[in-house]
C-alpha cells in the first residue's frame, strides 16, 4: 500500500524547530513534503498575498521528508503547495509545531491555524499543533507520542467534512492526556506598549495579557491546559452563523 | 443626546474612494473616527503585527469626521484606534466599503472582515460593507440608501452577542432589495499565473476564478448577488464547531 502523503507548514517558518520536530514525527507515519514561510509569520491569520509575486525555494531533503521555503504567508505556502509542488493530493496536512498558544481567540489570529483551515477548505483533514511555549528552544520532546497518536487517528479515521482540529500543548510538563473541548471565552487586554522616538513621537508595540472570561469552565481549552492536559478544538473555517439567521432577518424585516 | 460614535476602518487603505463613500454615509448618522491602513492590504485576514512598531498618522478632519491612518493591518487599526484614538468607546464599527467582493469564502481572507471581526471581539457592533466591483473607480452610490438603512437599523437594534455581518452588493446596478443569507459553498480554482523571471526561474502570481458548488441555492449570498439583490450573512468570529465536539470525541476515544 502506498505511504500516506502528508503536508506540513507552519507560521515561525522554515527554520523554526517546532516544524522540524513535527518533520520527524510526521516521516515516520508518511511521506512528507513541508512548505513553510521563508521568515516567520506569526499573527498572519489566513492572510494571503495579493500584489506580489511568490517564489518557491528548496530547502532540504532528508529521508522521507522534503522541505521547501516560500516567500509569503501560511496560506501561501498551502495554496502554492497544492498549486506546484505536492504532485499528488495529500492525505492530510500538518501545521505547527507552533512556538506559542493559539488557544481560545488566538485561533483567529494563528498562520498556524490559517494554512490548517486553508488545507480544510481544500478538503484535506487538517491539524494545527502548538505548544504553550514561545521560546526557540521550547521543549518539544513530551508531545511526540500525543501527535504521533492523533496524526494517526486522524489518517485512520478522516474528520467531518468543513472541520479541522487547534491542537494546543501546556509547556513544561509531559500531558497527563488530552481532551476535546470548545476554545475559552476571553480577551486581550493592555494590548499596546507606548513609546516615544527620538523625535518625540509616539510609536506602539503589541503586547497584551490573554484575559480568561470563564476560568472555571471545564468544558474550555483554557481550563484544561491550566492542569497539564492538551486540548483538542474542532474549528470550523466557514464563519456563517447558521443559527443566527433568522435573529438577524428579524432585525431588517 | 449624545451622537452616536462610529469607528470606521477598511483593508483598501486610508486613500481608497470605498473608506470615504462609507465616511460621508455615517457623518449623517453620528460622529466619525476613520482609522485605515496607510497602503492597500487586501487579503489581509485577521492579520495583525506582532514583531514591529506601529504609528498612527492624522489624515484629515471634515465635518463629523476625523481620519488617521496606521502603518499596519486592518486589525491594527481597530485593536489602536481603542487603544488610542477613540476616547469613549465606539457605539458602532463600519468596515469598508471595500473595492471586491467578500462574499462566500472570501470572507476568511478578507482584512475588511478581519477589521469587522475584530470590533465584534471587543463587544462593538459591526458590520463589513463590500461592492462586488474591484475598480478604483466603482461606483458607490446605488448603494447609500441600503448602507444607511442597515447602519441606522443595526445602532437601533444591535446584534446578537459574538455576531457581525457581511454585507455585499451587487455591482453596475441599483441593487433590488437585500436578503440575509448564509455563504456559499465554494472554492477559488486555477489560483496560479506561472512566469519565469529574466534568469530562468519560476515564479507565482495569485490570480482564479470562484467555483460556486451550489449555483441554484436560494439560501446563499451568490445566488442573490447574481439576481442584483445585496446579501446579509451574519459571521461568527468565534470558530468553535460546537456542534462536533461529540463526533471528533468519538475519533478519540
Redesign the interface.
Known amino acids: 500500500m502506498e505511504r500516506p502523503l502528508i503536508l506540513i507548514s507552519n507560521d515561525d517558518g522554515v527554520h523554526a524547530r517546532g516544524l522540524h520536530h513535527l518533520i520527524d514525527i510526521a516521516r515516520n507515519i508518511g511521506d512528507v513534503i513541508a512548505v513553510a514561510p521563508d521568515a516567520?509569520r506569526?499573527?498572519?491569520?489566513?492572510?494571503?498575498?495579493?500584489?506580489?509575486?511568490?517564489?518557491?525555494v528548496p530547502h532540504s531533503e532528508t529521508d522521507g521528508a522534503k522541505v521547501f521555503s516560500v516567500t509569503g504567508?501560511p496560506?501561501?505556502c498551502v495554496?502554492?503547495a497544492l498549486?506546484?509542488i505536492t504532485g499528488r493530493r495529500p492525505d492530510l496536512m500538518l501545521s505547527g509545531i507552533n512556538h506559542g498558544s493559539n488557544a481560545a481567540?488566538n485561533?483567529?489570529?494563528s498562520?498556524t491555524m490559517?494554512a490548517a483551515?486553508e488545507a480544510c477548505?481544500?478538503g484535506i483533514p487538517s491539524i494545527g499543533f502548538s505548544l504553550l511555549d514561545h521560546s526557540p528552544d521550547a521543549d518539544f520532546d513530551p508531545l511526540t507520542p500525543f501527535i504521533d497518536s492523533?496524526t494517526r487517528?486522524?489518517l485512520e479515521?478522516g474528520?467531518?467534512e468543513g472541520?479541522c482540529?487547534n491542537v494546543n500543548f501546556p509547556k513544561n510538563c509531559t500531558p497527563l492526556g488530552?481532551k476535546?473541548?470548545?476554545?475559552a471565552?476571553g480577551?486581550w487586554t493592555e494590548?499596546?506598549a507606548?513609546?516615544t522616538d527620538p523625535h518625540g513621537?509616539?510609536?506602539?508595540?503589541?503586547t497584551g495579557r490573554f484575559h480568561n472570561e470563564e476560568p472555571d469552565c471545564p468544558e474550555t481549552d483554557e481550563y484544561w491546559l491550566a492542569r497539564q492536559y492538551g486540548s483538542?478544538?474542532?474549528?470550523?473555517?466557514?464563519?456563517?452563523?447558521?443559527d443566527?439567521?433568522p435573529?438577524?432577518?428579524k432585525?431588517?424585516c
Open positions: 516567520p506569526s499573527g498572519q491569520s489566513a492572510a494571503l498575498t495579493v500584489n506580489a509575486p511568490l517564489r518557491i504567508t496560506v501561501d495554496k502554492l498549486h506546484a481567540v485561533n483567529l489570529y498562520g490559517g483551515m477548505l481544500a492523533i487517528r486522524v479515521k474528520l467531518p472541520i482540529l488530552v476535546v473541548l470548545r476554545a471565552e480577551h494590548e499596546y507606548d513609546y513621537k509616539p510609536f506602539y508595540w503589541l483538542i478544538v474542532p474549528i470550523r473555517p466557514g464563519q456563517t452563523a447558521l443566527m439567521i435573529a438577524i432577518d432585525i431588517f
